[in-house]
């Protein structure tokens, strides 16, 4: 099981975090909701994202694309001010083409909302940081 290790935003404690976990990572030192940002494979992918007990966004990007770079810190953003409420996942679609394949996705930065399990939200190309929360926002709602 592949886990990733996550730095609390208020004391600086590193926490493993396994990857397929459910429910919310909290940490070990302060019990703080931690961001959950992750990457996983092809072999990770279903198991974290219908696995999961929050809304998932997952961004599929490629390190050689502009708009995908641009996406990322706000990406981090979003999982730093959503934790505990949300959960980034992302996906470089060189590494994991088998992902991609599978979602019909033609182009990138596409980032697609999951909500138990199920996609319910889709957003080809890259957005802004307020723009993107409100998508979130209008597609949970």
């Given amino acids: 099981m592949s886990s990733t290790v996550i730095t ?3 004391c600086t404690t590193k926490n493993r975090v396994p990857d397929i976990a459910s429910g919310k990572p909290q940490c070990a030192g302060c019990h703080t909701k931690l961001p959950w940002l992750i990457e996983v494979d092809e072999a990770g992918f279903t198991q974290v994202v219908k696995g999961s007990s929050l809304p998932v966004v997952v961004d599929l990007w490629a390190p050689w694309c502009g708009p995908c770079r641009m996406v990322a810190p706000e990406l981090e953003k979003l999982a730093s001010e ?3 409420e949300l959960r ?3 996906v470089n ?7 991609s394949a599978r979602l019909g996705v033609q ?3 596409t980032l697609l ?6 996609e319910v939200g889709r957003q080809v ?12 926002d209008d597609t949970l709602a």
Wanted: hydrophobic share 40%; glycine share 16%; with cysteine.
């Fill in 8 to 10: 609390c935003p208020s």
């Fill in 82 to 84: 959503r934790a505990g």
């Fill in 88 to 90: 980034v996942v992302k």
């Fill in 93 to 99: 679609v060189d590494e994991a083409p088998g992902v």
């Fill in 107 to 109: 182009g990138i930065p």
């Fill in 113 to 118: 909302l999951f909500h138990d399990g199920n």
């Fill in 125 to 136: 190309g890259a957005l802004p940081g307020p723009a993107l929360r409100s998508w979130i």
